[in-house]
Every structure is written in structure tokens, then in C-alpha cells.
T-cell receptor
Framework: QQQVKQSPQSLIVQKGGISIINCAYENTAFDYFPWYQQFPGKGPALLIAIRPDVSEKKEGRFTISFNKSAKQFSLHIMDSQPGDSATYFC??????????FGAGTRLAVHP | NAGVTQTPKFQVLKTGQSMTLQCAQD?????MYWYRQDPGMGLRLIYY???????DKGEVPNGYNVSRLNKREFSLRLESAAPSQTSVYFC???????????FGQGTRLTVV
């Protein structure tokens, strides 16, 4: 049973559109929620992260929205570009640096 | 600046063979991790080491063993490989603050 559930599994967006990926967690001990981006043949790399004491964090075109009561968080990619085509993973970190990932979302941004 | 280095990059094993995946980091990080990545399953935590001298099971530890040799190195051993262990394996490390994990390039393992 995955502790971090991610959806959708795949997503197709037109250039300039908004990409939205959702995650939900169960363990209230989680206290740090990063998103990672992975290009083919590479290891994942940190994209943006949030702590549960804030409801939103924005870095450029990337925004995390966090709903602590619902135990959900989401990644929004504004003005999506073909270069954003990658696999995105949400993750949760809680206690002893145990980092758990979601199942991933393969994003394709079409020109 | 190498970051996290994994060896080998590719490996083909026969069922029942054993092997050790090596991982080393040069960032003086306390925590190290082994994940496997399978289509539709994401990154699943096999084992992790929160600090030198400690190791803990993750989500899918069966069939694997680990050794935190020192602060820099964290190895993953398959004692008797099975086709179900065909996967891409990633090693990662994270510093004391726990804000960013750095990943290696991965090891693509095929068990036939």
C-alpha cells in the first residue's frame, strides 16, 4: 500500500496550458513535501518543495498548493512548455529522513 | 564535483546469481537511500540509512540486503537474483537538513 498516492499516471497538455498533478498522503508525521522532475535516462532532481505550515509556494511557473486538513497537495505548471515534458514525482519526508515517493506522472507537452 | 556515483550502470544477471550495487557520495551527507523504479510503480524505497551505522527497511526490502560501509558508501546486495528484481535502481543521498535528495544516474538491472 503506497503511503503517497499520485494521479494522474499520465498527462497530455498543449503548449501554454496548465498542468496539474495531485498527491495525497496518509501519514500525518510527514513534514516536508517535495516534487521531483525526471528526464529519460537521468535520476530525479528536486523541482520545488513545501512544508505543511504554508498553503502555497510558487517558484517561477511552478506552484505547490497544500491542503493539510485534506492531506493533499498538488503541483501546478503554468504556461507549460515542451521542455517540461518529463516524469514528475511527489514525495513526503517524515521522521529520520525517510523519503517516500508517489508513483509518478508522465507529462507530455505538445507544441 | 561527482555528487552521487553508482556502479555499474548496466548489468544482466542469471536467476540465482548474486551481485552488489555500489553507491558513493562526496557531499558529506548523513542519509542515503536505495530505490527501485518500475513502470507505473514510481520510486519505491528498498532500504535507507539515516546516518552512518544505521540501516532501516523501506517499502520493498525483501530479497535485498544493504551495508553502510562508511559515511560515503552505501551498497545494495542481491543474494539470489530473481526476474522480479529486474528494474532500474537509484541510489540517493540527503544532507542533515533533509530538504533535497541527490540521485545517482541509476543502474539498469535485468535478471533472466
Amino acid at each position: 500500500q503506497q503511503q503517497v498516492k499520485q494521479s494522474p499516471q499520465s498527462l497530455i497538455v498543449q503548449k501554454g496550458g496548465i498542468s496539474i498533478i495531485n498527491c495525497a498522503y496518509e501519514n500525518t508525521a510527514f513534514d516536508y513535501f517535495p516534487w521531483y522532475q525526471q528526464f529519460p535516462g537521468k535520476g530525479p532532481a528536486l523541482l520545488i518543495a513545501i512544508r505543511p505550515d504554508v498553503s502555497e509556494k510558487k517558484e517561477g511557473r511552478f506552484t505547490i498548493s497544500f491542503n493539510k486538513s485534506a492531506k493533499q497537495f498538488s503541483l501546478h505548471i503554468m504556461d507549460s512548455q515542451p521542455g517540461d515534458s518529463a516524469t514528475y514525482f511527489c514525495a513526503a519526508n517524515g521522521g529520520y529522513n525517510k523519503l517516500i515517493f508517489g508513483a509518478g506522472t508522465r507529462l507530455a507537452v505538445h507544441p | 564535483n561527482a555528487g552521487v556515483t553508482q556502479t555499474p550502470k548496466f548489468q544482466v544477471l542469471k536467476t540465482g546469481q548474486s551481485m552488489t550495487l555500489q553507491c558513493a557520495q562526496d557531499m558529506n551527507h548523513n542519509s542515503m537511500y536505495w530505490y527501485r523504479q518500475d513502470p507505473g510503480m514510481g520510486l519505491r524505497l528498498i532500504y535507507y540509512s539515516a546516518s552512518e551505522g544505521t540501516t532501516d527497511k523501506g517499502e520493498v526490502p525483501n530479497g535485498y540486503n544493504v551495508s553502510r560501509l562508511n559515511k560515503r558508501e552505501f551498497s545494495l546486495r542481491l543474494e539470489s537474483a530473481a526476474p522480479s528484481q529486474t528494474s532500474v535502481y537509484f541510489c540517493a543521498s540527503m544532507g542533515q537538513g533533509g530538504t533535497e535528495a541527490f540521485f545517482g544516474q541509476g543502474t539498469r538491472l535485468t535478471v533472466v
